[in-house]
């Protein structure tokens, strides 16, 4: 479980997020949905330690990850996997090196083993034969898919999503999706996913934060979102004609 | 001065929780070859052509019938070991390897690649930036010896060629009221001269806000600031060491 506590966040004197509280449960996909220029990914860095809040906290199962000590401090960072919304795959190596750089760098795992371990994650993805292409040699899609294989590598505890089915086609996004919940249902896993996506909300939003202006404005589960009273809300589910239809 | 005590916070954090000692060996070797093996072409050139050059302008220049011929190879003798070698090869190095790093630095930011690094509990700075320091510091000191051997090579190949002076007044010269510290002083200046590049580019790649073209921008800055500091640094030894 991961609660953050009051966490506010300025740039040059521009607040981009006043006092969020919050929990992300274990075992379930929680999204922080909300427009453009919100404050997610910020909220989302603050969560993985990129950005320092300016005032708040934020607990990993209890421990102090934004003000306690380095060793603490990588001792969570160590349970981390993310997705990052460029993928961020290391260009220089292939889609085996990167799936099994955190083990190479992080533990001190035998290469036979290491090795299974990355043959097994990239099945686990729907990803075979692909071991020695390079980034540049494979499909957006396939890229989102060897990045989740590179944050579970690891066995992680809590999987970090940054907008994982930006530039996908309507259908390998929502097979992103199924793939992030299943890992999450599957492993027992706290998933924070970043999103402003209707489909990933409907499809996987367990538990949603939704932000505006650097305010948190409502949570929810994908099941009451659709009666929300919200306005502001309300605006964002509602802005496109699909969804209108299906609030008929 | 921010930029300073920037730079030295950004040196400090090489050294603070770093990964174990294996995993930095075969980063190290990896960049010994893009830093050293893949700069001895270009290295092998500049010298060359520059005891070349330097040799027939020496010749051109002391014309007088007082002033022996052997004169002309220990002018480019002293010149090579002293600043040709050492200054204008980190120069040229600043322009191939520092534009390098701080591009491949730069993409890696922008591209959120150093932020992986970081989530994982990986010292980003120490994991990328201290193989490429160590390795300057190894390939540099190699390629300016390197570069001496071949711009004093290149003055004697055109010597023959040309005939301003002779195979044995050339090699005379070379050996006359030889100092054997010039040659410390050209690595000294190697060893000093890697650290800056490499550190100065790397600052500048590690730190690229925004797109495509702050990272060309980043690029452009690193081999400036390089050169920049290497003709201070270069003032600042040749003062501490041969007054």
């Known amino acids: 479980m991961i609660e953050v506590q009051n966490i506010h966040k300025s740039f040059n004197g521009k607040v981009v997020l006043e006092g969020i509280n919050g929990t992300f449960k274990k075992g379930m996909t929680n999204l922080i949905i909300g427009s453009s220029g919100t404050g997610k990914s910020v909220l989302l860095k603050c969560i993985v330690g990129l950005v320092h809040p300016d005032e708040g906290k934020v607990l990993y199962d209890g421990r102090d990850f934004t003000y306690g000590d380095n060793k603490v401090k990588t001792e969570v960072r160590r349970e981390i996997g993310m997705l990052f919304q460029g993928n961020a795959l290391f260009d220089s190596k292939n889609v085996e090196e990167n799936v099994m750089f955190p083990l190479d760098v992080l533990t001190k795992t035998p290469k036979d083993e290491k090795l299974d371990r990355v043959n097994f994650c990239l099945e686990r993805v729907g990803l075979a034969n692909v071991n020695k292409k390079m980034p540049s040699e494979i499909s957006g899609g396939m890229k989102k898919r060897v990045g989740i294989a590179r944050a579970i590598v690891n066995n992680p505890n809590y999987l970090f999503c940054d907008e994982p089915n930006s530039g996908l086609d309507p259908m390998t996004a929502i097979k992103i999706d199924n793939l992030i919940k299943e890992i999450t249902d599957e492993y027992k896993i706290t998933t924070v996913v970043v999103t402003h996506d209707m489909n990933s909300v409907m499809e996987i939003g367990d538990n949603i934060m939704f932000l505006h202006q650097g305010h948190k404005l409502w949570e929810g589960s994908n099941d009451q979102i659709l009666d929300t009273e919200v306005k502001e809300l309300n605006d964002f589910v509602f802005a496109n004609k699909v969804m209108m239809r299906i609030k008929g | ?243």
Do not use: H
Request: charged residues 15%.
């Open chain 2, 1 to 243: 001065m921010r930029s300073l005590g920037k730079y030295l916070i950004f040196i400090k954090s090489l050294f603070v929780r770093r990964e174990s000692f294996r995993t930095y060996i075969s980063l190290i070797f990896e960049e010994c070859i893009k830093i050293g093996y893949d700069s001895v072409f270009i290295v092998a050139i500049v010298a060359t052509f520059m005891g070349a050059v330097t040799t027939l302008q020496t010749a051109y220049n002391l014309v007088s019938p007082l002033i022996p011929s052997y004169i002309i190879s220990l002018v480019v003798r002293d010149m090579t070991i002293l600043e040709l070698a050492p200054t204008i090869i980190s120069i040229v190095l600043a322009g191939k390897v520092g534009s390098n790093i701080a591009g491949e630095l730069g993409t890696m930011r922008i591209t959120e690649q150093i932020d992986a690094l970081e989530v994982m509990g990986i010292n980003s700075s120490s994991y990328l930036v201290f193989p490429k320091i160590v390795a300057s510091l190894i390939m540099y000191p190699m390629l300016v010896i390197f570069a001496g051997f071949l711009s004093i090579y290149g003055g004697y190949l055109i010597s023959l060629i040309t005939g301003v002076v002779s195979g044995y007044d050339y090699v005379y010269g070379l050996r006359y009221e030889f100092i054997e510290f010039n040659v410390t002083f050209a690595i000294i200046k190697g060893v000093v001269f890697s650290f800056l590049i490499a550190s100065i580019s790397a600052f500048k790649g590690y730190y690229t806000v925004g797109g495509a073209l702050e990272v060309g921008k980043a690029s452009t800055n690193a081999v400036t600031s390089s050169c920049i500091a290497i003709l201070c640094a270069d003032y600042v030894l040749a003062k501490l060491l041969v007054g």
